[in-house]
């Protein structure tokens, strides 16, 4: 629209007008908002409605809109503009409220440039009609509900709820607060919306990442805290017949003051152009006593609140720019299927995908094997899935030399963009055209993915139909097809497309200074087909590598770096071999790029790397070494501040991997490791209880949850890695006082069984080496319950030799002090150290259940002699 108008666009409408002196014209036209004016078009676009179809904001002397309906407004003309018949223009509008929201501020800006003063929007209120033609009246809210409208969108609020001003707006400002002094509070907030492009770019395009936004503000500076919930969850209620698309996710967040639950909704597809997505978040807070009271009931609240948030306005889609749109291939893939199963609309170029598909198919298709084929369906039985009638397939033509197709395609790129063929744009016109080609080249391989077969050919079938094809093949057609499907070009947009076979060294080559289509690139990944282009087999596993590390430098999108980064995860390395040590050179090269996604990207992407990274450092003292020369100590500081449970679990993983060496826990504890880690286990410790109970699902998340138990497992284990040094082990004694308590109460606490149970013995062990006050402390706080459910009998036979080694390593070492030997003497377990002894005949465990017994026997002896 801007430019056909060659006016700054800021909105537009299709709507009915009506204008003249009786009304008697009458036409359904766009209403464009321009920046100084307002532009009337033929719904094609073609032209304006008449010779003065653009109305200058001057002459807008008032808009009055019509209480008696929904969708009417009139605009109020000064006698200068007699183009329209002096009457003024009555207009009917689906989006009425954003209709006029908008025209109002442009014409407060046009009216300040013009007059060099502010002025307030001439518009009134009043009805045109005493009663409401409203054919379709609104849904009644809930009984003890009220309707609350708020930028463009309406929701049911309890009763009991008001309207609370803020700091910048004392209307409208979408904040309420209940008026019985209980403390419950809503905020609302609604974003601006944002084209589906526009949310792959700023890396929003999953309402997931949204929320971890919105997680990182509840909790910024505060580590006391537990996350109740943070899932999807699935919106119920459509009250206006919105046709766009809504997704949710959910979180539940309980502070030491306050309790959080946060709903943030996404309306994709949103009308008339179905390609633009709003973000809607749903805050309710309360004190914790409240909390405590009416835990289950604010929670169905927030969910309601939620559920029946609706547009107050819902416009008629139009298909004539979404089928412009689609004929642009402007819609991803997703989009693509969401239009063709909502409106049954289709690109332009579904013939020539379906051509390039055919020529594919007769390609790799076994002429032995008829029965199978997708070629030779009777007419009638055509198998394309969404196929409309009569649609062309076994009567298609070929698509004959696939390289010529495919420039013939480029030639109706011209036009699509707006931008017309001359000696002064032809740079402009190329760009268009080669932004046209990658669009088409994802579009037709989405096509071959299953777009118009479904599963019955997927690029899959593809790959597999290459490997098989005869000796005696000309393997130009496949080559040409894949090539252009990957789209590997230039990052510069005026250079065109060039094919070029897809093999390692050219991916290699040019993967730093080109760009391509990462769904190609992934279904390539994921069959082995570029690892088995490497001709040099001995040295295959380091190449591969180097393609994966050139990857994650690449502008690849987030989805597609996540997968190299599961493949980094699953590599192990081999033995002495000279191509074993070949990979451990190529593992090393990744470090640094790997290194960079957990230092610069978004939490999705920290969470992956770290996860290859742990992977790739385990029993690899080249890479670990290489990991502490890249920050990585800056980085676990950085990633065990996100909150992120997911993140930190791979990074204190990591941790346990690095803190080994003595000169890595140095640097670690210079970086600021030890206060992050205290931090961690005060703040989660007592989430280590057994969820067995009567406590209903979510309380008892505050006492039990795996995760946390994993994460206080490894915590665990790195401070026991710390106190192996004695400076860093007299640092977390006295300066994180409260480590040995948190430590003592996991022991008493969590599951007897359980691998936290053997982590927190090991840590205890190192903390209490060499402090004689500290043994007879925590012998006196543990030693009675270790003794009660550690040697039960089914206990005996059922644990591990690491429990049994961890164990009796921290009772010898708690043995040394008098008080202790005596505790132990009164528990009567020297009979079960026997037990043991006989169950697990193993050398050290029999070492160590004498050393205990020898240890207790000389202080009852000594008690005796005196």
Not at 642 to 651: M, S
Not at 663 to 680: E, F, K, Q, T
Not at 721 to 748: A, G
Request: with cysteine.
């Amino acid at each position: 629209l801007a430019l056909k108008t060659g006016r700054e666009m800021r909105y537009f409408e299709v709507v009915q007008i009506a204008y003249g002196a009786e009304q008697e014209h009458q036409k359904k036209c766009i209403m464009c908002i321009a920046r100084h004016s307002i532009i009337f078009l033929r719904q094609d676009m073609s032209q304006h409605i008449h010779n003065q179809g653009e109305l200058d904001y001057k002459h807008v002397k008032k808009v009055i809109e019509d209480q008696s309906s929904a969708d009417r407004f009139f605009l109020a003309l000064d006698k200068a503009e007699g183009a329209w018949g002096g009457g003024g223009i009555n207009v009917r509008s689906e989006n009425r409220e954003t209709l006029i929201q908008q025209m109002q501020v442009c014409w407060l800006t046009d009216y300040m440039l013009r007059m060099h003063k502010v002025a307030i929007f001439p518009l009134a209120k009043r009805k045109f009609k005493e009663d409401s033609d409203d054919m379709n009246p609104p849904v009644e809210a809930f009984k003890r509900y009220t309707w609350e409208h708020y930028r463009g969108y309406k929701f049911m609020l309890p009763v009991g709820f008001e309207h609370r001003p803020n700091t910048i707006q004392d209307k409208q400002s979408g904040e309420y607060k209940t008026n019985s002094g209980d403390g419950v509070s809503v905020v609302v907030h609604v974003h601006d919306p944002m084209t589906n492009e526009a949310l792959v770019q700023v890396h929003r395009e999953h309402i997931r990442w949204v929320a971890a936004e919105y997680k990182a503000h509840f909790v910024k500076g505060d580590p006391h805290f537990y996350m109740l919930r943070n899932s999807s969850r699935m919106k119920r209620m459509n009250l206006v017949g919105d046709p766009a698309a809504w997704y949710c996710w959910e979180l539940i967040i309980r502070k030491k003051e306050e309790a959080i639950i946060c709903m943030v909704l996404r309306r994709q597809y949103i009308p008339p152009l179905c390609d633009c997505a709003q973000d809607i978040a749903i805050i309710m807070r309360c004190k914790t006593e409240q909390w405590k009271k009416e835990e289950v009931h604010l929670i169905l609240e927030a969910g309601l609140i939620a559920d029946s948030v609706s547009p107050t306005a819902v416009p008629s889609i139009y298909p004539f720019i979404i089928q412009a749109k689609l004929d642009a291939l402007r819609f991803e893939e997703d989009g693509l299927v969401w239009v063709e199963n909502h409106m049954k609309l289709m690109p332009r170029w579904r013939r020539q995908a379906k051509q390039f598909l055919r020529a594919i198919l007769s390609l790799i298709e076994q002429p032995t094997k008829p029965q199978d084929s997708l070629l030779g369906k009777p007419h009638g039985k055509v198998p394309l899935i969404h196929s409309i009638k009569d649609e062309e397939w076994e009567e298609l033509p070929d698509a004959g030399d696939l390289r010529t197709f495919l420039e013939d395609l480029k030639k109706g790129a011209v036009g699509l963009n707006g931008i017309q063929v001359s000696a002064g744009d032809k740079k402009d016109w190329k760009v268009a055209s080669n932004l046209f080609m990658k669009r088409l080249a994802r579009f037709f391989a989405w096509a071959v993915d299953g777009g118009l077969l479904g599963q019955r050919f997927t690029f899959d079938h593809f790959i597999e139909g290459i490997y098989e094809l005869p000796e005696n093949t000309n393997p130009e057609l496949a080559e040409t097809a894949l090539s252009f499907m990957l789209h590997m070009r230039p990052l510069a947009e005026e250079e065109d497309w060039e094919k070029q076979k897809v093999t390692y060294k050219n991916i290699l080559d040019h993967v730093d200074t080109h760009s391509f289509n990462d769904s190609v690139m992934q279904q390539l990944l994921s069959n082995d087909y570029i690892k088995k282009t490497i001709t040099n087999r001995r040295n295959q596993d380091s190449e591969y590598c180097k393609i994966l590390a050139g990857l994650l430098r690449s502008t690849a999108g987030v989805e597609l770096k996540a997968y190299v980064c599961k493949i980094f995860m699953e590599m192990r390395l081999g033995g002495a071999s000279g191509a074993a040590r070949a990979d451990q050179d190529a593992l090393v090269s990744a470090v640094p790029d790997l290194m960079k996604l957990v230092l610069d990207e978004g939490v999705y992407l920290k969470t992956y790397a770290s996860a290859a990274l742990v992977s790739l450092s385990h029993n690899n003292d080249v890479v670990k070494m290489h990991l502490m020369t890249h920050n990585m100590a800056e980085a676990a500081v950085q990633n065990m501040a996100t909150k992120e449970d997911d993140l930190i679990k791979y990074t204190l993983t990591l941790l346990v991997n690095l803190t080994k060496e003595a000169h890595h826990r140095h640097i670690m504890a210079s970086a600021g490791v030890l206060p992050r880690l205290y931090d961690l286990l005060t703040s989660s410790y007592y989430q280590c209880k057994s969820g067995s109970g009567s406590a209903d699902a979510l309380s008892s998340q505050m006492l039990a949850n795996s995760m946390k138990e994993k994460m206080l497992a490894l915590i665990c284990t790195i401070i026991g890695h710390f106190c192996r040094d004695e400076e860093h082990r007299d640092h977390l004694v006295d300066k994180f006082p409260n480590t040995v308590k948190c430590l003592e109460y996991i022991v008493t606490h969590c599951s007897p069984s359980s691998e936290l149970m053997t982590k927190a013995m090991f840590s205890l062990k190192q903390l209490v080496a060499t402090r004689h006050w500290l043994k007879d402390e925590v012998g006196r706080n543990i030693l009675r319950h270790i003794c009660a459910v550690c040697f039960e009998d089914h206990m005996i036979q059922k644990m591990t030799l690491e429990y049994w080694n961890h164990l009796l390593l921290l009772m010898s070492m708690l043995a040394s002090s008098r008080n202790n030997c005596i505790i132990i003497h009164d528990t009567g377990i020297l009979k079960k150290l026997e037990a043991v002894k006989v169950a697990r005949n193993v050398e050290n465990i029999t070492i160590l259940c004498n050393k205990i017994r020898f240890a207790v026997d000389e202080v009852k002896q000594k008690e005796f002699d005196a």
